[in-house]
């Protein structure tokens, strides 16, 4: 009785096999990889806070706590720690810097990256 499974499986198989690529009438062509087109935004002042604080992302990973400058405590948010080209922040030091928000010239969107122009200023916490 076990002879007589094997065959009887091992034709479904092949059966399932020669359907499946039946189905398919030619080669799948990838999509083309999008490549935006990125353009910077107007010049912003940020203040940097000293902290940092987790991002609400899919990687655990911790965000810089900024503002726009004389904007109130209240409208505080984060941007990726390594998400502003050229800055390299170090934890406990307070910045007023001079970015460019990355925008994607296609959607014109902001693509979530900045680019740094200059540390106006900064200050160690205690």
């Known amino acids: ?9 091992l ?4 059966s ?3 359907l499946m690529s039946a189905c398919q ?4 062509v990838p999509e083309p990889l999008y490549i935006p087109s990125i353009a910077l935004g107007e010049a912003l002042v ?3 806070l ?9 990687t655990p990973m911790q ?18 720690y390594n998400d502003i080209h050229g800055f390299e922040p170090r934890q406990g030091v307070s910045y007023k810097i001079r970015v460019h928000e990355e925008i994607d010239e296609n959607t014109g ?3 979530g990256a900045w680019q740094l122009n200059e540390i106006l200023s900064q200050q160690i916490s205690r």
């Open 1 to 9: 009785m076990k002879k007589s499974i094997k065959p009887l499986y």
């Open 11 to 14: 034709l479904t198989l092949l």
């Open 16 to 18: 399932g096999a020669l």
């Open 25 to 28: 009438k030619s080669a799948p």
């Open 46 to 48: 940020l203040d940097v």
């Open 50 to 58: 000293p902290n940092r604080a987790p991002c609400q992302s899919t």
């Open 63 to 80: 965000c810089l706590l900024v503002k726009k400058e004389g904007a109130p405590t209240s409208e505080v948010f984060g941007i990726g």
């Open 109 to 111: 969107k902001p693509t």
